[in-house]
């Protein structure tokens, strides 16, 4: 297992965090999710065999977020 943090800007409530933490575990390989909602911070736990960065970012871009 890997740990990722990506910044996710533009989640603003409660409906964001579920929105992006909802969007990353539809992607296989990815274990859990943590949002920080004040620091725009979403730590991921992902197998990396199954789960890309490049997958994770798109997941939460389809949502309409900014991801860096």
């Known amino acids: 297992m890997e ?3 990506l910044q996710v800007k533009g989640m603003t409530c409660g409906h964001c965090e579920k929105a992006v933490k909802s969007a990353l575990l539809e992607v296989e390989g990815v274990k859990e999710v943590a949002v920080d909602l004040p620091s725009g911070s979403v730590a991921v736990e992902f197998d990396h065999e199954k789960a890309t960065v490049t997958q994770m970012k798109a997941a939460v ?3 309409g977020y900014d991801v860096e």
Do not use: A, N, Y
């Open 3 to 5: 740990q990722i943090t």
């Open 61 to 63: 871009e389809d949502q």
